[in-house]
T-cell receptor, first 116, second 113 residues
Framework: AQTVTQSQPEMSVQEAETVTLSCTYD???????LFWYKQPPSRQMILVIR??????QNATENRFSVNFQKAAKSFSLKISDSQLGDTAMYFC?????????????FGTGTRLTIIP | EAQVTQNPRYLITVTGKKLTVTCSQN?????MSWYRQDPGLGLRQIYY???????DKGDVPEGYKVSRKEKRNFPLILESPSPNQTSLYFC????????????FGQGTRLTVV
């Protein structure tokens, strides 16, 4: 079975600091895509960053970057210079190549609070 | 503006009273899906659709129905809601390419009493 594990249910950090959210996953496939989604109090699901498993280079999007370790099946998210607007629930997810169900498999989420 | 529209955003109903949550997308996406979000469980897929008239079960389909008569619409139907279906529901759509972004609706908070 494909699974995603986020071992940190809650985290908090001071504004302007750097924080890393961890994610591990389990799949026997070699080709897949990984995502981090942000869910602020508005409940909207917002894509933060994506990583293609066959690319060794870690993805970056402004203050957000990932550390993708394929052999270890690890996909952590680093938020630099954290801002109050980063306060949200963060979900790690992946999707497998499948000509049928293109299902996103989600972790249980990490609730991140940025402290002023 | 590319968007997925869900209605209603909030719904309180009683056990056994049939309800429908609507979902519409304006991006001409082939693939649409319903998820439910519960504390400590993340989001889990209920049903999905690859195209018009093609639907199939996801991980937690019991108690739900869907239909895809038009490409843009993918309603979620609860024929006889029960309290264990109290949850936050999301509709999502994406194009057919694997790595394209999935667009989510605003979510529907359903409470069944």
């Amino acid at each position: 079975a494909q699974t995603v594990t986020q071992s940190q249910p809650e985290m908090s950090v001071q504004e302007a600091e750097t924080v890393t959210l961890s994610c591990t996953y389990d799949t026997s496939e070699s080709n897949y895509y990984l995502f981090w989604y942000k869910q602020p109090p508005s409940r909207q699901m917002i894509l933060v960053i994506r990583q293609e498993a066959y690319k060794q280079q870690n993805a970056t999007e402004n203050r957000f970057s990932v550390n993708f370790q394929k052999a270890a099946k690890s996909f952590s998210l680093k938020i630099s210079d954290s801002q109050l607007g980063d306060t949200a629930m963060y979900f790690c997810a992946f999707i497998l190549p499948n000509f049928g169900n293109e299902k996103l498999t989600f972790g249980t989420g990490t609730r991140l609070t940025i402290i002023p | 503006e590319a968007q997925v529209t869900q209605n209603p955003r909030y719904l309180i109903t009683v056990t056994g009273k049939k309800l429908t949550v609507t979902c519409s997308q304006n991006m001409n996406h082939e693939y649409m899906s319903w998820y439910r979000q519960d504390p400590g469980l993340g989001l889990r897929q209920i049903y999905y659709s690859m195209n018009v008239e093609v639907t199939d079960k996801g991980d937690v389909p019991e108690g739900y129905k869907v239909s895809r008569k038009e490409k843009r619409n993918f309603p979620l139907i609860l024929e006889s809601p029960s309290p264990n279906q109290t949850s936050l529901y999301f509709c999502a759509s994406k194009g057919s390419r694997l790595n394209t972004e999935a667009f989510f609706g605003q979510g529907t908070r359903l409470t069944v009493v």
